[in-house]
């Protein structure tokens, strides 16, 4: 399996550019989440998917950010217009929970969006 | 307070020194994660605990519930070991998960 797949790496943007990020889970994993670290605040929990569907976005920081999940598939994480703190790395991890919460979470490599 | 805490936050060692790092929390969980991060960045998942203790390799994972309390670790270590150790806990009421701020691992050779 190729793990959880994220794109872009990097990703450079001015601001008040529309940004998107995309997340790939691994096969068969129900659950998907969306982090961001950053120096300031370290990891921090922007959004938790199972089954496709969003169940907690409290952690989502303001009307900014949006998350979809279309499918078991693929997931997006978008910030318009984006701004210079938004500047941070996002991890996007999966899990397979079939109804558990505590089981162990996959990340992917992360994206590092710089917002200038 | 932080909910979840770890200790130390830097620590250097030389090579085949055993170390230990630390994580308290505060709060109920139902599962205990150690995460370690590459300094390319990369996450990866070491240990997912709710009792007892876990072992993979030169790394070990203790957990103690009634002290709420988790050590970390590394036998033996090695220079490839360096990188940042983050304990996280799922809060049992409210399913979030917590980070600790991280503990940065140095191993000289």
């Known amino acids: ?116 | 307070k932080n909910e979840v805490e770890q200790s130390p936050q830097n620590l250097t060692a030389q090579e085949g020194e055993f170390i230990t790092i630390n994580c308290s929390y505060s709060v109920g969980i139902s599962a205990l994660h150690w995460l370690q991060q590459h300094p390319g960045g990369g996450i990866v998942s070491l240990f997912m605990l709710s009792s007892g203790k876990k072992k993979h390799g030169r790394l070990i994972a203790t957990i103690n519930i009634q002290e709420k309390h988790s050590s970390l670790h590394i036998t033996a270590s090695h220079p490839r070991d360096s990188a940042v150790y983050i304990c996280a806990v799922r809060s049992y009421n409210t399913d979030k998960l917590i980070f600790g701020t991280g503990t940065r691992l140095q191993v000289f050779p």
């Open chain 1, 1 to 116: 399996d190729a793990g959880v797949i994220q794109s872009p790496r990097h990703e450079v943007t001015e601001m008040g550019q529309e940004v998107t990020l995309r997340c790939k889970p691994i096969s068969g994993h129900n659950s998907l989440f969306w982090y961001r670290q950053t120096m300031m605040r370290g990891l921090e929990l922007l959004i938790y998917f199972n089954n496709n569907v969003p169940i907690d976005d409290s952690g989502m920081p303001e009307d900014r950010f949006s998350a979809k999940m279309p499918n078991a598939s693929f997931s997006t994480l978008k910030i318009q217009p984006s701004e210079p703190r938004d500047s941070a790395v996002y991890f996007c991890a999966s899990s397979n929970t079939r109804g558990k919460m505590n089981t162990e979470a996959f990340f992917g490599q992360g994206t590092r969006l710089t917002v200038v």
